[in-house]
Structures are given as C-alpha cells and as structure tokens.
C-alpha cells in the first residue's frame, strides 16, 4: 500500500508555513513502515529537535483505478480516518533551504500514525465535515472539509494522472492552520466531528 500526502491544501496553513497557494495539488510520498502500529506510543526520534504535529483527514481508497475523471472520484472511496503527518520542521527547513527534497523530514519510520478506526462515508455530511486536534485536552487545530484548496475527489483525479491507485492505499488531504510542536508527555486527540478516533501518547 502507498501513503500519498497532500501538502498546502489549506489557505491558513500556507500562510502560516510562508508557502505559495499551489494552483495544483502538491503531493509526497511515506513508506508503509511511517504507519504506526496500533495503540502504540509515538517516540519522538534522536535526529530531531522541533518535531511537529499536522492532524489531517485520511482516505482509503477501496479499488483499483487510473486516469480517474474526478466525477467518478468519489466511487473510489467510501471510508475517512484521522491521522498525523509528523514532520520534523528542522530537518524540513534545511533541506528548504538547499532547494533539497525534504522526505528526510517527513518519511521516517512512524511519522504517519493512523486512528484505528475509519467511518463510512454514508454516515458523514461530506458536504460540511469537520475535524480537530487536541493536545493535552486543548483543541490546537480545527478543520472544515470546505476549506480545502483542493477537494478529496480533485486530489483523487489528480493523484491517478501519476500513479495506480490501490486497495488500502491511504491519502493524507491536507492539515489546517494550527500546526505545532509536540515534546514527551504529551497527549495528542483527533476527532472527526464529535467521534474521537485518534488517541496518541508522545513518549
């Protein structure tokens, strides 16, 4: 399975990362070994010393597709999670600034923990759904499936221009405003609407 993320695709956060609006969707690739393993702490690695938090919307795609029309798109998924792009904002920043590709900073082993449970699509109101990140109990993000620059089924569309897309092969569509550090102790908590699906002790 592949671990496809979607970078930039909130206004608030590009503008807080000092990035350009993409006029197409950004994307970059994790290993399936950045899959954390179920209820499993999340040890923050040696090779970092910022390690932030990006809490963001997951879809599974359920079959198999290519040069999918975006107005099929929404045919090629039916279930959404909750998960976190750990990024290693000091690694990430130097390799910025040597015009270097920055995976180094975002593909390590464990960097993108996934809720246990996905929801069925069927049962959400994809046209106004909206998701938060709670650190130690205080909400540090909060989302709307409407502020996306580019909709899921756009970056659907998109993505399969490029490569097959798989069963079980997971999407990361974006993460707000509100990005932030994360330091041992601490407790991170994501929900999709009131439903908490996320719950990831920082070691």
Not at 5 to 23: D, F, Q, V, W
Not at 86 to 97: V, W
Request: proline letters at 6%.
């Amino acid at each position: 399975m592949k671990i496809i993320c979607i970078g930039r695709n909130y206004a608030k956060h590009a503008k807080e990362m000092n990035s350009p609006l993409p006029t197409e969707p950004v994307f970059f690739m994790k290993p399936d070994t950045a899959i954390l393993p179920k209820n499993n702490p999340f040890f923050i690695p040696d090779f970092t010393k910022d390690l932030h938090y990006e809490g963001e919307l997951v879809i599974k795609i359920k079959k198999l597709g290519k040069n999918i029309a975006e107005r099929y798109a929404h045919e090629y998924y039916d279930e959404i999670g909750f998960g976190i792009d750990f990024t290693a904002r000091d690694l990430q920043k130097k390799c910025k600034e040597n015009g270097l590709p920055w995976e180094i900073a975002k593909s390590f082993e464990h960097s993108a923990p996934i809720g246990p449970k996905f929801l069925k699509k069927k049962d959400l109101d994809m046209d106004n759904l909206e998701f938060k990140l709670l650190k130690n109990g205080e909400e540090v993000q909060h989302g709307n499936i409407n502020d996306m620059i580019f909709s899921i089924d756009k970056i659907i569309a998109y993505l399969s221009q490029f490569m097959t897309l798989k069963i079980g092969d997971l999407i990361f569509t974006g993460t707000p405003e509100g990005v932030g550090p994360v330091q041992i102790g601490d407790t991170l908590e994501g929900f999709i609407g009131e439903e908490k699906l996320l719950n990831l002790r920082i070691k």
